[in-house]
C-alpha cells in the first residue's frame, strides 16, 4: 500500500480567529516567518506524498499565489543579492505538485474530504488538517502512513485528551495492537460525556482508503448539520479495517489564539537568532 497523495481541506470560515480572519485565510496567519500552511505542506512531503490537492473556498486566493512563483519580487530579490530570500520564496512553488479545488458550499469536513475524489481516484491517501501543527522528530503523516501499511488498513492520528476536549473533537472505541497502534472499531464526533467511548481522540490526521468516498457520499449530515468526516470513518471502520496511532509528537490547535500562540513560542524558541533573545526577553517581561 503506497500513499502518494494527500489533500489538506483548507475551507473553513476561520471564525477563531476573527478579526485578522475577515480578510486573511487562516492558513496564511504567520508562525513565525512562514505561513502555518507550510508547515502542514512540509509534513506532507517529509511523509513521502507527491501531489497534495488544497480544498478551499471563497476568498482564499492568498494560499494559491503563496504557492505559486512570485516573478516581480524574485527579480528583484536576486537583483540585490539577497538569495536566501530569494530561495525561501521560491521553495513553496517547488515543494511538491499542489493542486486546487473550490468546495463551493459550506457543508463541513467531509463534504470537503469528498470534492477530492477525483484527485484521489482509487487509491489510499492522507489528510491533513491545517489547524493541527505537529512537531516532532518523525513527521505524524508518516507515522500513520507506516501503521497503516503494516495492517493494510487506513489509520487516524490520536491522542488521549482531557475530558473537556473529548466533547469539542471526537471519541475512540479501540483496543490495544501494539506499543502505540489500536484497533478502531467505532468513533463519535463531539460526543456528550455520557456517549465518549474513551478519551483518545482523532487530532488532524487520517489515512484514507477510496472507499470513503461512497461512504460520505450516503453520509447524512451530523454534528452541527454538517456532513462530518468522523461519521464516515464510522462506517468504513465497520466495513474495512482501520488503526489508530497513538503519534509521538507535540500538537497544537493553531485555530485558537493559545494554540496559535503556543505553536509560535514553540518554533521561536528553537529558532537559532530569535529563541536566545526570546528567552532574554521573557526573562525581563516580569
Ligand atoms: C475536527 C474533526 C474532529 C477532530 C478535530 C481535531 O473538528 O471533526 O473529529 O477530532 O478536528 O483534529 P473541528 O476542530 O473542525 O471542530
Not at 472507499?211 to 462506517?235: A, K, V, Y
Request: aromatic residues 8%; negative net charge; glycine residues 6%.
Amino acid at each position: 500500500m503506497k500513499v502518494r497523495k494527500a489533500v489538506i481541506p483548507a475551507a473553513g470560515l476561520g471564525t477563531r480567529m476573527l478579526p485578522a480572519t475577515k480578510s486573511i485565510p487562516k492558513e496564511m496567519l504567520p508562525i513565525l516567518d512562514k505561513p502555518a500552511i507550510q508547515y502542514i505542506v512540509e509534513e506532507a512531503v517529509a511523509s513521502g506524498i507527491e501531489d497534495i490537492l488544497i480544498i478551499t473556498n471563497r476568498g482564499k486566493g492568498a494560499i494559491e499565489d503563496y504557492f505559486d512563483y512570485a516573478p516581480e519580487l524574485e527579480v528583484s530579490l536576486k537583483h540585490s543579492n539577497k538569495m536566501s530570500t530569494y530561495e525561501s520564496v521560491r521553495h513553496p512553488a517547488q515543494m511538491a505538485n499542489i493542486f486546487f479545488v473550490r468546495q463551493k458550499e459550506t457543508k463541513g469536513l467531509g463534504h470537503a474530504v469528498w470534492c477530492a475524489k477525483r484527485f484521489v481516484g482509487d487509491e489510499p491517501f492522507a489528510v491533513l488538517l491545517g489547524d493541527d501543527i505537529m512537531v516532532g522528530e518523525k513527521p505524524v503523516t508518516k507515522q500513520l502512513i507506516d501503521a497503516a501499511e503494516k495492517y493494510n488498513a487506513s489509520a487516524v492520528g490520536a491522542q488521549w485528551v482531557s475530558d473537556d476536549a473529548v466533547e469539542k473533537y471526537c471519541s475512540l472505541k479501540i483496543e490495544q495492537l501494539e506499543d502505540r497502534i489500536y484497533r478502531m472499531f467505532d468513533v463519535i464526533e463531539k460526543p456528550s460525556p455520557e456517549k465518549k467511548f474513551s478519551n483518545y481522540a482523532i487530532l488532524g490526521r487520517y489515512v484514507i482508503k477510496p472507499e470513503i468516498f461512497s461512504i460520505l457520499e450516503n453520509t447524512p449530515p451530523g454534528h452541527g448539520g454538517e456532513i462530518q468526516l468522523t461519521d464516515g470513518l464510522r462506517t468504513l471502520c465497520k466495513q474495512s479495517d482501520m488503526v489508530a496511532v497513538d503519534f509521538d509528537a507535540k500538537r497544537h490547535d493553531t485555530g485558537n489564539l493559545i494554540g496559535f500562540m503556543e505553536a509560535t513560542m514553540d518554533f521561536a524558541i528553537k529558532h537559532p537568532e530569535v529563541g536566545p533573545w526570546l528567552r532574554e526577553y521573557v526573562k525581563k517581561m516580569k
